[in-house]
């Protein structure tokens, strides 16, 4: 059998697992319910682990079948120690288990590892000049310390639609290229099992055309699940004269988790709470706020984590010294912590970023046209409403500024497109946007822009959303800008509602063109 037929096959059985699931959940009520620091707001089922575990058990125990020379039974303490892990998470999905009970289980499991399974991390590798850093009778502490902290990391990066199985698919794609060049075919056949198991569970998870919100989540039982085989896979192929990579190069492709989950948990502890305090500061939170849509971000930090390992790789095959790849991976760390300790400095920055990039913003919500004199309002409203068409339910507002800034052009306008919450339509708005320019590009001086959202989470004019002197003035010097309230007045409104204007509906006639 060839190894991408067997891909296929492992992508199969996590699909049609992962569906069952999903059926009996549904049936018994055992959903992910909305609320907390939770972002959905549709009760999903936590099915992702049932398709991983389902194929890691299938690859451990019926590989022989289609790969006589090869046996993947020595790994059955992975599957035990998968499947405790497994359950555990299942459990914590269903009756929020306490992070102390989580991590004593965690810790057992990673003593199996080393105690039957005789995976185990003795050595640092050369992080400083000179000898290797062996860890002597601190090798058993600190493998399960390495254990825990990761299958944990993994845990905590879970926040968006498809960001962890996106990173655990980028991760494993690297850790079967360091098996593939080491010739260890048990590994390599092991990875490429997982990662199908992981592929039928982004079927479900990612946001796609036919798939705008994901049908279900990873849960704890698959992050904690996929959490231990890539903490199993980077030490037994990191150790023993026969090692497949260096330590270090483990880090690096793990490098997002980790990262992310180190410098969130540093400054929770800076800010006197505890690590373990669920917050909305990692790296994907601070995409979302800055108005990225999930599916960017989920690009955006998957080229990231791509680029991380491929510098690992890069290093490994190139002979690196092991000290420089490390220091290498602190510098970045330390960059990383300094730009998103403060993170009302990094949003803006980000939504600077989206901007450049011209991705549509996930606060967009319509279309703003200002600002032009009041006589030219009839003309520039026939221009929206003949753009809009029978496209979209929407509101048209017209508004007077007073600010003397403005002088004769104080005039604008702002198109709302009515229940925007799918990302297929935020490509929509700004095709809309792409058209009133066009219409309006002759006009000097009018702007045509998206219309924002403006919640505390994301407005730079909320004081509640700063903390240091400097941004208190940034705050400061915008209280007189021209868009504050006082300064604006409703002078026209008229709504549209597509389902009326479509061929043999009931036309009707928008409100007489009265501008106060």
């Given at each position: 059998m060839s190894i991408s037929l067997f891909f296929g096959i492992c992508v199969f059985i996590s699909i049609v697992t992962i569906r069952i699931a999903m059926s009996l959940m549904g049936h018994f009520g055992i959903l992910d319910q909305p609320g907390g620091h939770k972002q959905h707001d549709i009760s999903t089922p936590f099915t992702g682990g049932f398709g991983v575990f389902a194929v890691l058990i299938a690859a451990i125990y019926l590989t022989p079948r289609y790969f006589p020379d090869i046996s993947l039974h020595p790994l059955h303490v992975m599957a035990l120690g998968g499947a405790i892990l497994f359950a555990t998470g299942l459990a914590d999905d269903i009756w929020n288990l306490n992070f102390r009970t989580r991590f004593f289980i965690q810790g057992l499991v990673a003593m199996?590892?080393?105690?039957?399974?005789g995976v185990e991390l003795q050595s640092l590798g050369q992080l400083a000049l000179g000898n290797g850093i062996k860890l002597g009778v601190w090798a058993a502490p600190f493998t399960v310390f390495a254990t825990v902290g990761l299958i944990n990391a993994f845990n905590m990066i879970d926040g968006i639609d498809g960001i962890s199985g996106s990173l655990a698919f980028i991760s494993l794609g690297f850790v079967a290229l360091v098996a593939g060049f080491a010739g260890n075919n048990v590994y390599l056949l092991l990875i490429i099992a997982v990662m199908g198991g992981v592929a039928g569970f982004l079927y479900f998870n990612l946001r796609y055309p036919s798939n705008s919100r994901a049908r279900v989540f990873l849960g704890d039982n698959g992050s904690m699940l996929l959490g231990f085989v890539l903490a199993w896979l980077f030490i037994a192929l990191s150790q023993g004269e026969q090692r497949a990579m260096t330590p270090v190069t483990a880090l690096w492709l793990f490098g997002v988790p980790l990262i992310d989950t180190i410098g969130v948990m540093l400054r929770r502890l800076s800010m006197g709470k505890s690590p373990f305090c669920a917050d909305r500061n990692h790296l994907h939170h601070l995409f979302i706020r800055a108005g990225f849509r999930v599916n960017d971000t989920v690009w955006i930090i998957s080229l990231v984590q791509t680029g991380l390992g491929a510098i690992g790789i890069a290093g490994l095959l190139l002979a690196v010294p092991e000290y420089l790849m490390f220091g290498l991976f602190l510098v970045i760390f330390a960059a990383y912590f300094y730009f998103t300790v403060q993170p009302w400095r990094v949003v803006p920055a980000l939504r600077r970023a989206n901007l450049a990039l011209g991705l549509p913003s996930a606060h967009a919500h319509g279309v703003f046209i200002g600002h032009f004199p009041k006589a030219a309002s009839r003309e520039i409203l026939a221009i929206l409403r003949n753009e809009l068409g029978c496209l979209h339910d929407y509101r048209i507002s017209l508004h007077r500024n007073n600010h003397k800034a403005l002088a004769a052009s104080n005039t604008y306008g702002m198109v709302e497109i009515v229940g925007n919450e799918n990302e297929a339509s935020l490509g929509e708005i700004r095709r809309l946007m792409a058209r009133i320019k066009l219409r309006l590009d002759g006009r000097p001086g009018v702007q045509v822009r998206?219309?924002?959202q403006r919640t505390k989470e994301h407005d730079r004019r909320d004081t509640g959303a700063v903390t240091d002197e400097r941004a208190e003035q940034v705050?400061?010097?915008?209280?007189?800008?021209?868009?504050?309230?006082?300064?604006?007045?409703e002078i026209y409104s008229t709504v549209g509602d597509k389902s009326r204007t479509k061929p043999g509906a009931a036309q009707v006639q928008d409100p007489p063109l009265s501008i106060i």
């Open positions: 199996l590892m080393i105690v039957l399974g998206l219309l924002m705050v400061r010097n915008r209280e007189g800008e021209r868009r504050k309230p006082q300064y604006n007045t």
